[in-house]
């Protein structure tokens, strides 16, 4: 079996400097910061004051009083707007790094070995040189922040110990499957941060006390259930599938909204889509095309309100 590497082009870096970084990121993101170390990244999002997400990212310990954000590179500039307006009270700068940092995935059966990491859980990090690794969601996959100075000796060492190149959308495809989402610039502040199942995969803290947003996550997951969570589907269709596009139910009526799509190896479209349970249960399509669900592979337990 062959091990891949691709670069995640969709992906970009923010970089944030200054003694007030890591207590302005509390008081802004759904994560908690105290527990963010050299040795432990953290995934979260950042919310308007309605809860809806502006942006999810990975978070890094890059260096003392400095702080990685990675983010899908369409969100950026909306989360950069949106941060902008707060920052300016605190004793912290946040800069655009995508000309600085580079995104990649790696998985298959060495990936492990040539990533460092033989033995981590899901959201550890460490460092190669000046390579920042963490381990990935998708099971057996790693993702690294790598300075683009240093680029071509990255993907040239792993070329020469076996890793092929791969298109980025064979690693969506694996984060699909793994019912992650992610916020794009089509969807930023669309969604609240239970629509994308984020209270299931450790992307929410509950007792890290106030942040924007909070109060209406909060209420969601204390007080109701999610009228429209995420779900895994494929669907047969010629056209693209693109993250923002509506979903219907039987009577052609708006259910919900695709998050994220990508086609698999049979040419049948992958996606995770934020929808009703009622359209889940009777039938959903999505232009005109039947969806089918899959299960997916974490718990959403139906007797608690952040279900």
Known sequence: MTTFLTRLDSRTSLVLEGPDGRKFLQGQTTCDLDLLSPDRSLVGAYCNPQGRMICDFRLLD????????ALDADAATAALDTFAKYLVFSKAELTDAGDDWCQYALWGPEAATLAGAPEVSVHDSWRQGDTLWVASDAAGAFEACVPAGSVDAFEAGLADQGAQ???????????????????????????LPQMLN???TERISFTKGCYTGQEVVARMHYRGKVKRPMALACVELAGDVSPGDSITDLADKTVGTVV????????????????????????????????????LPYPLDEDQASS
Request: aromatic content about 8%.
């Open 62 to 69: 890059l260096a003392p009083e400095t702080l990685l954000l």
């Open 260 to 295: 994220n799509a990508t086609r698999g190896d049979g040419g049948q479209w992958w996606l995770l889509a934020s929808l009703t349970r009622d359209a889940m249960a009777a039938g959903a399509s999505l232009a005109g095309s039947p969806l089918s669900f899959h299960a």
């Open 198 to 200: 984020f209270q299931a």
């Open 165 to 191: 190149n791969a298109h980025e959308e064979q690693y969506r495809l694996l984060e699909i499957q793994a019912g992650i989402g992610h916020v794009t610039g089509a969807t930023s502040g669309e969604f």
